[in-house]
């Protein structure tokens, strides 16, 4: 029957998942939370698992697989084909039937902001990525080319800037600095070499590396030197990525931000603002507010017409 029909939006994280099942007959949505769906982060039995409470949740509702229109999936990692196959080939397999459509997350964060689907979003997590795209579709992004090479302006750069710093520190090729103190705390350790041992441990992932980011506003609250630094050039970075967006697509004046760090680090995103303000152009700039799991909804109304 129609009024059972249902359909499906997911924001998968590395260490959760939002969903926003919608039943458009009824006009109800409803949002809940399941365990990591990140296939770059996680291995396919975790992810494996996420699904399995999916179902279960799903159940609990009383929906039935063979009732479901659509499902859209905003992930890292689904522009690799053998990421889509594996998602897709899932998904199959509990009994759905339904069209699959999987997007990148910052499209889904951008579709969950502006109802219009075009415009600028930035991301600082873990990662980081800026994200654009105009009124005719076409699309452009800088950044969120992975933690080795790239993401500068995350929580894993900032992290990996404040490891620096406690080590130089310890050596006295730096300053000394009240990071050394905040980090053995929160690590557990009294000494470098513990230190050491515990950031190259194997298995040692780079969220976990990244969790040591929010340490960094302690520290500048305190005026710690290095501290205020990292901040200052994490903003520097991320503005940017905003700056080689625009470059390509100078008529959009929406800015989204989004992420832990631009969310919960003033400083950051003070100063990124600051910065943004000083250009000839306006932005129009928020903060994300709405689960990217609703923008997955969206997209998947507009990839369906």
């Known amino acids: 029957m129609e009024q059972n029909k249902y359909q499906i939006g997911m924001d998968g994280g590395g260490t959760g998942t939002q969903v926003c099942v919608r039943c458009p007959y009824c006009g109800k949505e409803e949002l809940f939370a399941l365990g990591p769906l990140n296939i770059n982060g996680q291995t396919e039995e975790k992810v494996k698992q996420t699904l399995q409470q999916l179902q279960t949740e799903l159940?609990?509702?009383?929906?039935?697989?063979?009732?479901?229109?659509?499902?859209?999936?905003?992930?890292?990692?689904?522009?690799?084909?053998?990421?889509k196959k594996f998602l897709i080939s899932q998904i199959e397999e509990m009994g759905f039937s339904c069209p699959v459509f999987l997007y990148g997350d910052h499209e889904t964060a951008l579709a969950a902001e502006l109802e219009a689907c075009h415009g600028v979003i930035l991301i600082s997590g873990t990662g980081s990525i800026c994200y654009g795209i105009d009124r005719k579709g076409n699309q452009v992004r800088a950044g969120g080319w992975g933690h080795l090479i790239d993401d500068q302006g995350s929580g894993y750069a900032i992290a990996a800037d404040m490891l620096l710093a406690v080590v130089r520190a310890w050596d006295g090729r730096g300053e000394q600095t009240v990071l050394t103190n905040l980090v053995f705390e929160q690590l557990g350790v009294s000494n470098l070499t513990e230190l050491i041992h515990k950031i190259y441990a194997p298995g040692r992932s780079k969220k976990e590396i990244a969790s040591l980011a929010p340490l960094i506003g302690k520290a500048g609250d305190l005026g710690d030197a290095a501290a205020l630094h990292i901040q200052e050039r994490a903003a520097e970075e991320l503005y940017q990525l905003v700056r080689a967006v625009h470059k390509k697509m100078p008529a959009e004046r929406e800015l989204v931000l989004a992420g832990s760090v631009l969310k919960?680090?003033?400083?950051?995103?003070?100063?990124?603002?600051?910065?943004?303000?000083?250009?000839?152009?306006?932005?129009?700039?928020?903060?994300?507010?709405?689960?990217?799991?609703?923008?997955?909804?969206?997209?998947?109304?507009?990839?369906?017409?």
């Open 264 to 305: 919960r680090n003033q400083k950051i995103q003070i100063s990124l603002i600051e910065k943004l303000k000083k250009e000839q152009f306006q932005w129009n700039i928020r903060t994300a507010q709405h689960s990217a799991a609703m923008g997955a909804l969206r997209l998947l109304d507009r990839t369906g017409k």
């Open 59 to 83: 159940q609990k509702r009383n929906f039935s697989e063979k009732d479901c229109t659509g499902i859209a999936i905003g992930a890292a990692g689904v522009s690799n084909p053998d990421t």
